[in-house]
C-alpha cells in the first residue's frame, strides 16, 4: 500500500459523552456516551427510531446536540461543523454527480478547496489513481455512474470519501439499497479498504448479520439509548439486556418464573444460574436446545426439518403455539426423521427478570 493512499492524520478517538439530542417532543438521544478507539470499526446496530442515525449525523457535525459533548483526540467539537472536522460521509443512495465521471466524482473535493488548500493538478490525479485502485476500480475513471452497477456506485462514494484523507469515516446504512450477494461482497471490501487505510470508521446498520461479520466492536441502540457495546461475540452470546438477547441472533422467547436458580414455563425448564427468584423472560439460541432423553424435557410438533450443511435445523412447535427453532448435529437426523413430534430440553439461556 503506498504511503499516498494511507491517511495523513493518526486515527482518531471520538468521545461522546451524555449526549441528549431531541426533536419537538420526541428523544432522540436520550444520554448517549460511547468511546471509539483509533482505528476501529464500529457498528451501531438498533431497529428505526433507535437513534443511530441522529448519533452518527451529531458525530459528523450534521446535527448539534442540546447538551453534552463530542470529542475527538480530547478536543470538544460539540458544536464544530463537519468541514472542520476532517469526516469523511458515505450515504446510502451515493450523491454521486451524474454529469461527472467517475474519476471526477472521486477528486471533486479536493477540486473545490480553496486555492492555498488545494493539491496540484498531477497529485490530485495520483490520488484518485490510487484511490481507485484500492477500491478496484482502477479501470473505471472514465465512465460515467450511469454505466456503473450498483456495487461500483458505492465504491466509489467510499472512494470519494476517502480523498480528502478524513480524520473519521462515518456511514449511513452503505449498502441497504443492495440486493443480498453485493451486500456480502462489499461487506469484505469496506473490511479489507479499513485495514489497508487505518482510518477510524463508525458505520449504521440495522442488520445484524452485516454488523456481526464486519465490525471490531458493536453499539446497539434502543429508544434513544446504547443497551450494550462489546465484541461480536460479547453482544451475541452475552447479551446485556432482554432487548439485547431478543434483536441480535435467533432465538425463542419464553415467559416464566426463576425459582432456586432454575427458569420455569410450564414444562420447560432452563438453568438461571445468579438470576433472582421472581417473574422472568428466558431466550433460547437453537444451538441452546438438546434432543431429551425419555420424559425429560418437553414436547414440540416437528414441522420441518431443513439441512444447512453439518447442521440440521429443526423447525417445531411448543405448547400454546409457540414457533421454536433448534439445531443439531446432521449425526442427530436418524432420531428426528420420521416422527411427529420430539422432546426437547434446554441446555442454556439468557434469563432477565421482568
Do not use: C, W
Not at 441480535?248 to 445468579?274: I, K, N
Amino acid at each position: 500500500m503506498s504511503a499516498a493512499v494511507m491517511s495523513e492524520t493518526h486515527p482518531m478517538t471520538i468521545s461522546i459523552r451524555s449526549i441528549v439530542k431531541s426533536y419537538g417532543r420526541y428523544p432522540a438521544l436520550n444520554g448517549v456516551s460511547l468511546e471509539v478507539q483509533p482505528g476501529e470499526l464500529l457498528a451501531l446496530l438498533g431497529p428505526s427510531g433507535s437513534g443511530k442515525t441522529t448519533l452518527l449525523r451529531t458525530i459528523a457535525g450534521l446535527e448539534f446536540p442540546e447538551s453534552g459533548q463530542v470529542l475527538f483526540d480530547g478536543q470538544d467539537v460539540t458544536f464544530a461543523g463537519a468541514s472542520d472536522r476532517r469526516v469523511g460521509f458515505v450515504f446510502q443512495q451515493y450523491a454521486l454527480f451524474k454529469h461527472m465521471t467517475v474519476a471526477k466524482n472521486v477528486a471533486f473535493g479536493l477540486e473545490v478547496r480553496k486555492r492555498q488548500d488545494r493539491p496540484a493538478k498531477a497529485d490530485i490525479a495520483k490520488r484518485v489513481d490510487e484511490l481507485l485502485r484500492l477500491v478496484e476500480l482502477g479501470e473505471m475513471g472514465r465512465r460515467f455512474p450511469a454505466q456503473l452497477s450498483g456495487g461500483q456506485r458505492q465504491r466509489v462514494a467510499l472512494a470519494r470519501a476517502l480523498a480528502l484523507d478524513p480524520s473519521v469515516l462515518l456511514l449511513d446504512e452503505p449498502f441497504g439499497a443492495l440486493d443480498a450477494a453485493v451486500r456480502k461482497s462489499l461487506r469484505r471490501e469496506l473490511r479489507r479498504i479499513h485495514d489497508a487505510t487505518g482510518v477510524t470508521t463508525i458505520f449504521v446498520t440495522h442488520d445484524q448479520e452485516e454488523a456481526l461479520e464486519l465490525a471490531d466492536r458493536v453499539a446497539i441502540l434502543n429508544l434513544g439509548r446504547i443497551e450494550q457495546v462489546g465484541d461480536p461475540l460479547e453482544v451475541s452470546e452475552h447479551p446485556a439486556s432482554a432487548f439485547v438477547a431478543g434483536f441480535v441472533g435467533d432465538g425463542a422467547r419464553f415467559e416464566g418464573q426463576v425459582q432456586g436458580g432454575v427458569f420455569r414455563s410450564g414444562e420447560l425448564a432452563a438453568p438461571a444460574p445468579g438470576a433472582p427468584d421472581g417473574a422472568a423472560q428466558a431466550f433460547v439460541r437453537p444451538y441452546q436446545f438438546a434432543l431429551a432423553q425419555g420424559s425429560d424435557g418437553f414436547e414440540v410438533k416437528v414441522d420441518r426439518i431443513v439441512g444447512h450443511g453439518p447442521i440440521l435445523r429443526l423447525e417445531a412447535t411448543a405448547a400454546g403455539g409457540r414457533r421454536l427453532d433448534a439445531a443439531f448435529p446432521r449425526e442427530a437426523g436418524g432420531e428426528l426423521s420420521g416422527r411427529p413430534s420430539i422432546r426437547l430440553q434446554v441446555r442454556s439461556a439468557h434469563v432477565f427478570p421482568v
